[in-house]
């Protein structure tokens, strides 16, 4: 099954120890986009400068196509995490009613209702097996 990872970059070594164990099961990562951060690439633009960055249109087109193209993502969040860019990820594939799991924490709000909350590897499985076809 493919599966799309949304994170944020602080959480890169437990998205890498997921992807592996996913890996290990026969499902796939679509889109990788923890290889390279931009934010740190590019950091010494303004905000202006950072927006109008070709690259920064190709990471977003690269990102939503690779939503589109997976079965379900998983927001892999350890510990509660406050707004990143991995929530705008979540949104999108509710928008395209992809199923969403949260492995791990998340914050109390109403929006992450349809969310399927995973607190173990032991949940992830069980969740996985629901979706696959």
Same mark, same amino acid.
């Not at 944020?8 to 164990?21: A, D, G, M, T």
């Given at each position: 099954?493919?599966?799309?990872?949304?994170?944020?970059?602080?959480?890169?070594?437990?998205?890498?120890?997921?992807?592996?164990?996913?890996?290990?099961?026969?499902?796939? +990562?679509? #889109?990788?986009?923890?290889?390279?951060?931009?934010?740190?690439?590019?950091?010494?633009?303004?905000?202006?400068?950072?927006?109008?960055?070709?690259?920064?249109? +190709?990471?977003?087109?690269?990102?939503?196509?690779?939503?589109?193209?997976?079965?379900?993502?998983?927001? +892999?969040?350890?510990?509660?995490?406050?707004?990143?860019?991995?929530?705008?990820? +979540?949104?999108?594939?509710?928008?395209?009613?992809?199923?969403?799991?949260?492995?791990?924490?998340?914050?109390?709000?109403?929006?992450?209702?349809?969310?399927?909350? #995973?607190?173990?590897?032991?949940?992830?499985?069980?969740?996985?097996?629901?979706?696959?076809?």
């Amino acid at each position: 099954m493919k599966v799309y990872l949304a994170s944020s970059f602080r959480y890169i070594n437990e998205v890498k120890e997921l992807q592996s164990y996913l890996y290990s099961k026969g499902h796939i +990562v679509s #889109c990788e986009w923890w290889k390279t951060d931009y934010k740190l690439e590019l950091k010494t633009q303004t905000i202006a400068e950072w927006f109008a960055s070709p690259i920064i249109k +190709v990471i977003y087109r690269r990102s939503l196509d690779a939503i589109r193209e997976s079965r379900l993502l998983i927001f +892999v969040t350890p510990e509660a995490t406050k707004f990143n860019g991995a929530n705008v990820e +979540v949104g999108i594939a509710l928008a395209l009613d992809k199923p969403v799991i949260a492995f791990g924490q998340l914050e109390k709000s109403g929006m992450y209702e349809p969310v399927i909350r #995973c607190a173990t590897i032991l949940d992830l499985e069980l969740a996985l097996k629901e979706f696959e076809i």
